[in-house]
């Protein structure tokens, strides 16, 4: 059965025969889709030109297994242009999506939350707090999202104690060790305040610890792109 057009965004293609591309596409409503799209023939040249990333399409498809096959795209005039740094970020947003979000499952709210961090990074050139509300926000809708208000206990947050993370338990309150952060810095995580360059170290050394078991062992492309770019 074919679908209803929907919008739709391309986050990594890669060859899959003479004549086919293989997509991996995040759908409106839907979660990330793997799609086969034809490349070969009079509209070749023309196809190649739109199905590029960064641009929101218009997408009808069909097919009820674990590959779709592409019917009709369109381009629309809703186009992010990213430059510099925000490339390097766009193109990390567009690995980890592709990388962490489960295929075939239905995570309706996974296209809102990259379209609204793409925009931003087309609109702010402090990248940093970008990507972390991104990470975060990530996290959460795949069902591993932490607390950063209260402790694992359930008790909010202090902010003059210090807290240390246990994997799938959450955050305890201990003394000054190692690997702790104050819980001043988790309220302001909380509240998406990175103002403070502490905050931002901490929230980055804690979305790489929750990401990693979702990433694996091969780790991301696009982040050691980034850090060669520096």
Known sequence: MDSDFRQAYLLHRR???DSQVLLDVLVEGVGQLKMLARVKG???LKHNAQLRPFSLLLLQY???YDFKYVNRFEPTDHQVHLLGRQLYCGLYLNELTQRVVPTNEPLEQIFALYQLHLTRLAEDDDVEPILRSFELQLLAELGFGVELEF??????VNPKKAYKYVAEYGFIAVGREP???PGSILLAMANQDYQDLAV???A????RKLMAPLVGR???KSRELFITKK
């Open 204 to 207: 980055k050394w804690l979305t």
């Open 179 to 181: 690997d702790t952060i």
């Open 15 to 17: 060859p899959y025969s």
């Open 62 to 64: 069909a097919g009820r």
């Open 218 to 220: 091969q780790g991301l």
């Open 200 to 202: 931002r170290r901490a």
């Open 42 to 44: 009079k509209q070749s």
């Open 151 to 156: 402790d694992a206990e359930g008790n909010p």
